[in-house]
């Protein structure tokens, strides 16, 4: 199963967050499973006529933990462990999933908040203002935030040394496929996006920080469900759809998407395309588009406000295309335009505007 499939399988609308009452594992069970604050524990709830428990499986060992009351839906549940004592630990539910959806099925008609979601811009400007280092700095100084905030925080890469190994794992905990990884049974890391946002998100209901700040983790969170909900409508119709936003300790976010239409007797092929956004305060406004082929085959379009990062793009163009010829890509052409990139209109034909550069 692909991790879409397994995407589609696991995000089901509404997207439901029940306010359960907190449950307690006894001390004993808990020690046995080395519980601690901040741990996800996934499982099922169970019922029958005799009683309703939540069964679960951590790090590969089973328990059953008895639950009080008939208000439990039963199915698939996730629960994040809230404090630990002497007495045991508590765990607090975070998500029901709902029965599973046949693959392909077309079920963004039949929920109005899933809808809602399919039909947002993927402008993900909520998400950058939260991921902004300024505003992540000013969150870890809350000591009630540290904890759920400092994993996410840590993980954050950095301009300087960025390898492929440290991009791929910031793309793999930008939240997209939390509920995935639940679905297959996989343990969510503690710096996922998601997971760092429903946290936030109970802290705020405690009154932990400002509305604003509220806000903002309210509208993130959305965003990021939103685009979840896109890929796999995207993927329904086999098209690939994945956008995301990646955190930086010392510059600004980098807005990522991932693209490939539907093959098609037009198009046979489509091209994997990659697009990528960041306002960055030394650079400026960057946008970039990348096209590659099948074949191997690379084509860039470049826009940026900066007449340097022009100049020293269009100068570097021919170091890339070697440097990707060692990986067996071809860099075909770049098109460098110098301006903010148009939201549907073609290229600039002004002189001297764009810089078009043959390798």
């Given amino acids: 199963m692909s991790a879409i499939d397994a995407l589609s399988l696991a995000i089901r609308p509404p997207v439901m967050v029940f306010d359960w009452s907190a449950i307690r594992v006894d001390v004993a069970v808990a020690k046995e499973l080395d519980l601690k604050v901040g741990d996800v524990v996934t499982g099922v709830v169970e019922s029958d ?32 462990v809230t404090a630990a004592g002497p007495n045991g630990v508590m765990l607090k539910p975070l998500t029901v999933a709902a029965a599973p959806v046949a693959r392909g099925a077309q079920f963004i008609s039949e929920s109005m908040t899933a809808m809602s979601l399919a039909l947002r811009p993927q402008a993900l400007a909520a998400i950058s203002r939260f991921m902004a280092p300024q505003n992540l700095e000013a969150l870890i100084r809350n000591t009630e935030l540290a904890g759920c905030l400092m994993p996410f925080f840590k993980q954050r890469l950095n301009t300087h040394g960025l390898t492929p190994v440290a991009l791929k794992a910031a793309i793999q905990s930008s939240g997209l496929w939390t509920e995935a990884k639940l679905a297959a049974g996989q343990t969510i890391e503690q710096n996922d996006g998601k997971l760092t946002l429903l946290r936030l998100l109970d802290k705020g209901g405690a009154g932990s920080f400002d509305a604003a700040a509220l806000d903002t983790i309210k509208q993130a969170l959305g965003e990021i ?14 098209e690939l759809l994945l956008s995301m936003v990646i955190p930086f300790e010392n510059a600004n976010p980098l807005h990522l998407s991932f693209s490939r239409a539907a093959v098609s ?36 379009v470049m826009w940026a406000i900066s007449d340097r990062v022009v100049a020293t793009a269009a100068a570097a163009a021919g170091e890339l295309g070697k440097h990707l010829a ?17 939201d549907t209109a073609p290229p600039p034909q002004d002189p001297g505007q764009m810089v078009n550069v043959q390798i």
């Fill in 225 to 238: 469900e939103s685009s979840q909900m896109q890929a796999v409508q995207a993927q329904s119709h086999g």
């Fill in 326 to 342: 060692e990986f067996g890509l071809t860099l075909k052409k770049i098109s460098i335009i110098h301006g903010a990139r148009p």
């Fill in 265 to 300: 007797d037009e198009q046979p092929s489509p091209p994997f395309v990659i697009d990528a956004y960041s306002d960055d305060d030394v650079l400026g406004k960057l946008w970039l588009k990348t096209f590659i082929e099948k074949s191997g085959g690379i084509d860039i």
């Fill in 49 to 80: 006529a005799d009683s309703t428990r939540f069964s679960l499986k951590f790090i590969g060992k089973p328990v059953s933990v008895p639950l009080q009351g008939n208000h439990f839906p039963t199915g698939p549940a996730t629960f994040t």
